[in-house]
């Protein structure tokens, strides 16, 4: 049995980090996730860790160190954030183009300029399509048990692929929440021993990591690494799935919430679907079918399994943390309204921005867009596809 | 996977990874230039300055660690052993086609004088 404690979504990720004990982390710490090296650097010192902890002078550098120590055979991890992910993002590809499973937690922030320094997506959207899984968390519960099944899906042979386990900045990291801690025997043998398939410190069998591909063969390695990619949903399912067999927390790729006979219904991910749950409670209580699509796997994204599961909805708002700039509609928005274009009966979709920079989205804004929701369905009119919760002034674009 | 067989995608190694490291030797970039540097063994002191200077290790080199000449195969006529050169008449670039057009004696004999 696990422990109940209360600490932050940082603390939580540590902890997970120093149970996991993995053979380099290199990292440069910024807000909102400084606490995560930080407490790893104090697990070091008191003789609880023996991870190498190396102190690079940049993002771009820990990412690069995180490249080479895991194209050596090592398991790998790193933190960061916001302008520390953008900075890192020429290496984030590289990873992933390596086929290196190096498991990074971060604290969504959001990009300057204005500069700040709270929740939202924007640094996590901005590397979306490079190649790795993404898995959006809700609160510290999932935060850690997502950064320990992280260890076992990038890892899988057939995988072999970068994760990026995601918590809200603030919202998650500095939140103090109560959550069940695993005993560190037990998360050991859960992840077990790591077996690299490639490791450059193997002198017996000489290999090349980063050759160069002329036209002739690129194409072919951008596939090669697609179809790595691309095995990793059954991996989430058959990972979370072994993980509430082992600590009776059950995890799956999204989580749909009373959405089997929902006529209206929410798509978000991160903290905020917490919120939104509530309203869903709420609504339920007076009669409304209302429900949620709380999507954990971003990346790739499971559009079968989202036809599924919104296929008979009436409405469906999605709820992005970003501004795409620019684009038709947000990512969420985009990703939703593509997949459920092949339902006959396909639902109406439309697309809310909030949370920015850590703005607050509070019950009644949630309960708004499920009254607009109903009203669409109501009437057939749709009116705006994209509107912004919460700002002041009008958006009439 | 050899320089040269045309990999399917699935046959490809996980990440790219090489098996056989060093097989760029396979990979001949010596048409890569329109000029090439011609040599003049009787002017070169053996500094080995062009040696530690190329990019390509397109620099031969004899048993006696002397300069033995140029390996055309790699050479991809930068011309930085030529820069590099601190004797005036040891290594010159000339064009790939001039020697073609008038054989390497006359482009020799144009580049350097003498003999």
């Known amino acids: 049995m696990g422990k109940k404690v209360a600490l932050m979504g940082n603390t939580a990720t540590a902890h997970a980090i120093r149970q996991i004990n993995p053979d380099v982390i290199a990292a440069y710490p910024i807000t909102p996730s400084s606490d995560i090296p930080m407490a790893v650097a104090s697990f070091i010192a008191d003789g609880l860790m023996d991870t190498e902890l190396v102190t690079v002078e940049s993002e771009h550098s820990a990412m690069s160190a995180c490249v080479g120590a895991s194209a050596a055979g090592g398991r790998v991890m790193t933190i960061t954030a916001a302008q520390g992910l953008a900075l890192m993002s020429e290496i984030v590809y590289i990873a992933s183009s390596l086929r290196l499973p190096i498991v990074t937690i971060i604290a969504a922030r959001a990009l300057s300029s204005p500069l700040n320094i709270h929740g939202d997506h924007s640094d996590v959207m901005e590397v979306r399509d490079a190649g790795w899984i993404q898995l959006f968390c809700e609160d510290s519960q999932e935060i850690y048990d997502s950064t320990i099944q992280a260890i076992k899906i990038s890892e899988n042979k057939n995988v072999l692929t970068p994760v990026m386990v995601i918590m809200d900045g603030f919202n998650t990291s500095h939140s103090v929440e109560i959550w069940e801690m695993e005993e560190d025997k037990r998360v050991k043998e859960f992840i077990g021993e790591y077996t690299p398939k490639y490791p450059l410190l193997d002198v017996s069998r000489k290999i090349t990591y980063g050759a160069w591909a002329p036209p002739a063969e690129y194409s072919e390695h951008k596939v090669s690494q697609l179809h790595g990619l691309l095995q990793s949903p059954s991996m989430v399912k058959k990972v979370g799935e072994d993980f509430g067999k082992a600590f009776g927390r059950n995890y799956g790729i999204f989580e749909a919430y009373k959405l089997d006979d929902a006529d209206y219904a929410i798509v978000i991910m991160g903290s905020a679907a917490g919120t939104a749950k509530d309203v869903v409670d709420a609504l339920r209580e007076n009669g409304v079918k209302a429900g949620l699509l709380k999507m954990r796997m971003f990346r790739p994204f499971p559009a079968d399994e989202v036809k599924e599961a919104l296929g008979n909805v009436k409405v469906v708002a999605t709820l992005d943390r970003v501004i795409s700039a620019g684009a038709y509609g947000s990512p969420l928005f985009n990703e939703i309204r593509s997949a459920l274009y092949d339902v006959p009966q396909r639902p109406i979709v439309i697309d809310y921005i909030y949370g920015l920079g850590g703005r607050d989205t509070q019950p009644k804004h949630f309960k708004a867009v499920y009254e607009n929701l109903k009203k669409i369905a109501k009437t057939g009119k749709v009116g705006k596809i994209l509107d912004f919760i919460n700002i002041r002034g009008k958006w009439e674009e | ?115």
Do not use: Q, R
Request: hydrophobic share 35%; net charge neutral; glycine share 12%.
């Open chain 2, 1 to 115: 996977m050899k320089i040269g067989e045309k990999a399917k995608w699935d046959e490809l190694l996980t990440g790219g990874v090489i098996e056989d490291p060093g097989n760029s030797v396979n990979y001949k970039t010596g048409s890569w230039g329109i000029e090439k540097p011609i040599w003049n063994k009787d002017a070169c002191i053996n500094c080995m300055f062009c040696w530690v200077y190329c990019p390509d290790s397109a620099i031969k080199v004899d048993k006696d660690g002397n300069m033995a000449g140029i390996d055309c195969d790699f050479c991809k006529g930068c011309g930085l052993c030529v820069k590099e050169c601190p004797k005036p008449n040891a290594l010159a670039m000339v064009l790939k086609a001039d020697i073609e057009k008038k054989g390497m004696d006359v482009v020799f004999k144009e580049t350097f004088g003498g003999k």
